[in-house]
């Protein structure tokens, strides 16, 4: 029989409409004062992190979340001896734009606490950083799109995902000549 995390530290995954995370969150947390579920529902994550992108030659930066389709909730759903706690089950379970638990259909599974310990992690180190839009690969035609290299076509060549910076080879008077870029400064070529 598989150990149950104390009540505050059960965190489940929510499947949620998609498109819906805020809206479904935000109803959870008036909802939780509204009917004074504080002590049963702790906490409602729908974790975003800010990426930059270049379009039309403008950077811009928005948030973008992380796990769509689902928000994760601190809450007490199961007691010490595995049973669920109904009314918050059913406070959940009947929430306007909640699809299910992750977990099995009629028994929700809580995360394994070294998998909560990682998510939060993730979700503070996401929080802190901006991160480029565009995943790009060794190889990948690309337009610079700022500074004296502007307009030019390249190839990418190296990229250095920690200090945003890309290194592509761009022609210069007929020969290939290494530029460092920020990721900002390019955008996928043709």
């Known amino acids: 029989m ?3 995390p104390s009540a505050k530290n059960q965190w489940y995954v929510v499947h949620v409409l998609s498109n819906q995370e805020q809206r479904v969150r935000n109803r959870i947390l008036r909802q939780v004062e509204a009917e004074e579920m504080g002590d049963k529902i702790f906490d409602v994550l729908m974790p975003t992190e800010v990426v930059s992108e270049v379009k039309k030659g403008k950077k811009s930066e928005r948030k973008k979340k992380f796990y769509p389709g689902y928000i994760l909730i601190n809450m007490n759903l199961l007691t010490e001896d595995d049973q669920l706690v109904e009314d ?6 009947e929430m306007d734009g909640v699809i299910g638990f992750a ?3 009629t028994r929700p599974i809580p ?3 070294r998998e909560v310990d ?3 992690a993730q979700i503070k180190e996401r929080e802190e950083s901006v991160r480029p839009a565009v995943a ?10 700022d500074g004296p290299f502007q307009s030019q076509n390249g190839i990418v060549e190296e990229i250095d995902v920690e200090r945003g910076k890309l290194r592509v080879a761009v022609t210069i008077f007929g020969r290939s000549t290494p530029v460092e870029l920020e990721f900002w400064q390019v955008e996928q070529g043709e």
């Open 111 to 113: 995360m394994r606490q």
């Open 2 to 4: 598989p150990t149950i």
């Open 136 to 145: 790009f690969e060794v190889g990948d035609s690309v337009l610079v799109n």
């Open 88 to 93: 918050t089950w059913y406070f959940i379970k």
């Open 118 to 120: 990682a998510m939060l």
């Open 103 to 105: 977990g099995t259909k």
